[in-house]
Nanobody
């Protein structure tokens, strides 16, 4: 079992930046692929990005590529999502998740076995 707790959400103006964190606990946390998803009201959960267990390979959805960065610290069992140039369309609940899989294409929610409770990000125009 892996437990995940997100933090860092809030209200940000368009063009601003946000840094989300995810604290992970449980057995062998450092061996999991970690990912970020988001879900806006009335929409399906959308893949944002992922990082492999070693922290040296990342993959991002086209919607955030070039303005987002995911990192992890396996010594502290933490995951971070840095997002810049935020847009109102980035407004959503953001979730971190853990998976035993790795893809070189957009991940699916079904790839991830463990999820955090989510943190709200609201971007005002």
């Amino acid at each position: 079992q892996v437990q995940l707790v997100e933090s860092g959400g809030g209200l940000v103006q368009a063009g601003g930046s946000l840094r989300l964190s995810c604290a992970a606990s449980g057995r062998d946390v450092g061996t999991y692929t970690m990912g970020w998803f988001r879900q806006a009201p009335g929409k399906e959960r959308e893949f944002v990005g992922a990082i492999n267990w070693g922290g040296d390979t990342t993959y991002y959805a086209d919607s955030v590529k070039g303005r987002s960065a995911i990192s992890r610290d396996n010594a502290k069992n933490t995951l971070t999502l840095q997002m810049d140039s935020l847009k109102p369309g980035d407004t959503a609940v953001y979730y971190c998740a853990a998976s035993r899989r790795w893809r070189i294409e957009d991940f699916l929610p079904a790839d991830f076995a463990f999820w955090g409770q989510g943190t709200q990000v609201t971007v005002s125009a």
